[in-house]
C-alpha cells in the first residue's frame, strides 16, 4: 500500500513515506524526513527537516515538527527530531530539533501531547507520556516513562520529570520532579505519592508500600536529604523501584521539589 498525498501538499524528493503514510490539505514535509508506516499527517501540519517519525502516528491540524531550536547559540548545525510509534501530536503542537549539546530532541512511542505544547531542543520525553494542552517545555527536559504532565505547566530547562510522576495544572516546575509523585503549584510543592497511577498501572500493593516508605523518610522525616537517603540505604527494603527513587534524587543536579 503506497503513501495518499493530497494534491494540495507538498512533499519534498528527499522525504520518505511509508507505506499507508496519509498526508492531508496544505501539509508541508520537508529534506531528511521518514515518516513510518500508517502514520497520518493532518492538515496544515509542518515537518520542516531532518525529523525521523514513528509508525501509527497521527499528526493533527496545525503542528509544527523539526523547525530550528530556539536558542541563540544554534549556528545552523545538522540535528534531529525523532518522534516514536503509536504517539499522538495534537493541534499546533510545536517540536523543535536539538542543538549541538546532544544532537537531537526525542519523544518517545505511546505518548499523547495535547494541543499547543512546546517541546524544545535538546529535550528528551519517554514513553507512554501525557503532556497536556498549552505546556511549554524548556531546552534539555527529561522526561520519565509514564509521567502525566497537566495543562498550563511551565518547565524550566534542564529539569527532570521522574518516571509515573503527576504534575498538577498550572504549576511552575524549577526543580527536578521525582518519581511516582504527585506535584502541583506555583511554587510548587510536593504532594505525597502518584498512588492512583501507581495502582492503576499494576503496581503491588508490597511495591506501593516501599515506595511509600521511601517517601516518608525523604520527605516527612527530620533528616535533610543526605542524611535520609544514606539512612534509606542502610535501613530499607530497595527494590528496584526504590532504587529508581533514590538514584534519581542522588543524581539531581537542579535539587528536588519537596
Known amino acids: 500500500m503506497s503513501a495518499e498525498v493530497h494534491e494540495t501538499a507538498i512533499v519534498d524528493p528527499g522525504a520518505t513515506l511509508e507505506a499507508g503514510v496519509r498526508v492531508g490539505p496544505r501539509a508541508i514535509v520537508g529534506p531528511n524526513v521518514t515518516i513510518g508506516e500508517g502514520t497520518d499527517i493532518g492538515p496544515g501540519v509542518l515537518v520542516e527537516k531532518n525529523t525521523v517519525i514513528g509508525r501509527d502516528c497521527r499528526i493533527f491540524q496545525g503542528a509544527v515538527l523539526g523547525t530550528d531550536p530556539q536558542d541563540l547559540k544554534f549556528s545552523g548545525e545538522e540535528s534531529w527530531l525523532r518522534v516514536g510509534d503509536r504517539t499522538m501530536i495534537r493541534e499546533y503542537a510545536t517540536l523543535n530539533r536539538g542543538t549541538a549539546w546532544s544532537g537531537e530532541t526525542v519523544v518517545g512511542s505511546d505518548c499523547l501531547l495535547m494541543a499547543y505544547v ?5 529535550c528528551l520525553i519517554g514513553d507512554h507520556v501525557i503532556i497536556s494542552n498549552a505546556t511549554q517545555m524548556a531546552g534539555h527536559i527529561t522526561v520519565g516513562d509514564h509521567a502525566i504532565i497537566s495543562g498550563l505547566v511551565a518547565i524550566h530547562q534542564f529539569v527532570r520529570v521522574g518516571a509515573h510522576a503527576f504534575i498538577g ?6 526543580q527536578d ?3 511516582y509523585c504527585r506535584i502541583v503549584g506555583n511554587p510548587p510543592k510536593l504532594y505525597g505519592l502518584n498512588s492512583v497511577g501507581l495502582e492503576r498501572r499494576g503496581f503491588s500493593t508490597e511495591t506501593r ?3 511509600k ?10 533528616l535533610n536529604i543526605s542524611q535520609a537517603l544514606a539512612q ?11 532504587e529508581h527513587f533514590l538514584s534519581f534524587i542522588e543524581a539531581s543536579e537542579r535539587g528536588v521539589t519537596s
Open 213 to 222: 516508605k521511601a517517601y516518608r523518610l525523604l520527605f516527612k522525616s527530620d
Open 169 to 174: 495544572g498550572a504549576s511552575r516546575i524549577a
Open 232 to 242: 534509606a540505604r542502610s535501613e530499607l527494603e530497595i527494590t528496584p523501584e526504590v
Open 177 to 179: 520532579a521525582v518519581p
Open 209 to 211: 508500600s516501599a515506595l
Open 118 to 122: 512546546h517541546v524544545a531542543h535538546d
